[in-house]
């Protein structure tokens, strides 16, 4: 299973993939998770994730309220 996560590090929002969120959240300093999704393989992830790279600030804060609820 493929995760794409969000984190927000030096007042920007992070956004990748991985297969062990857990250790990659420890990697980059256990930040608080602001958002997720699952896949079932690597090409669905690493798709959404350029989307969502292409997003807006305010298009990426959407997706996280959504996600907060």
Do not use: C, V
């Not at 990748?16 to 690597?42: S, V």
């Amino acid at each position: 299973m493929w995760f794409l996560y969000i984190i927000e590090k030096r007042k920007k929002f992070y956004t990748g993939i991985t297969t062990d969120l857990e250790n990659r959240l420890h990697q980059h300093g256990n930040p608080p998770l602001l958002y997720k999704e699952t896949f079932q393989n690597k090409h669905q992830a690493a798709r959404r994730e350029r989307q969502i790279k292409g997003f807006s600030r305010a298009k990426k804060q959407d997706l996280i309220k959504g996600f907060i609820k």
